[in-house]
Nanobody
C-alpha cells in the first residue's frame, strides 16, 4: 500500500523558517511531479510549489523568493523549505505526488497534511 508521510510542521514566529518533508512509502514504479498545497478553513486548497521529474519548479506568487521546493529521488522525498514566514502562511500543508504503480497505472496521492502556524 502506497502512503505519503509528511513531517516538519509546527509553530514558528514571523520571520522564522520551517522545512517540510514528504516521503513515499510502499511499492511503486516511478514518481512524476511532486508538489505542496495548502488550505485554510473556508478556502479552497491552493498550489504552493511544484517540481517536475526534470527538476523544473513553479511557485505561487505569494511565496516566490521565500519558499524552495526540492526533491531527492533516491529517498523518494519532496521538501519545502519555508523562510521569512508570515502569519498569512498559516495553513495545513499537503504534499501531492503523481506516481506510477506500474508502467500503465498512474495515480495522484495526497499526504495526511501538516499544520503550519506562524504567530508571535
Amino acid at each position: 500500500q502506497v502512503q505519503l508521510v509528511e513531517s516538519g510542521g509546527g509553530l514558528v514566529q514571523p520571520g522564522g523558517s520551517l522545512r517540510l518533508s514528504c516521503a513515499v512509502s510502499g511499492r511503486i514504479f516511478s514518481i512524476d511531479a511532486m508538489g505542496w498545497y495548502r488550505q485554510t478553513p473556508g478556502k479552497e486548497r491552493e498550489l504552493v510549489a511544484l517540481i517536475t521529474s526534470y527538476g523544473s519548479t513553479n511557485y505561487a506568487d505569494s511565496v516566490k523568493g521565500r519558499f524552495t521546493i526540492s526533491r531527492d529521488n533516491a529517498k523518494r522525498t519532496v521538501y519545502l523549505q519555508m523562510n521569512s514566514l508570515k502569519p498569512d502562511d498559516t495553513a495545513v500543508y499537503y504534499c501531492n505526488i503523481d506516481l506510477y504503480l506500474n508502467p500503465y497505472s498512474r495515480r495522484s496521492s495526497w499526504g495526511q497534511g501538516t499544520q503550519v502556524t506562524v504567530s508571535s
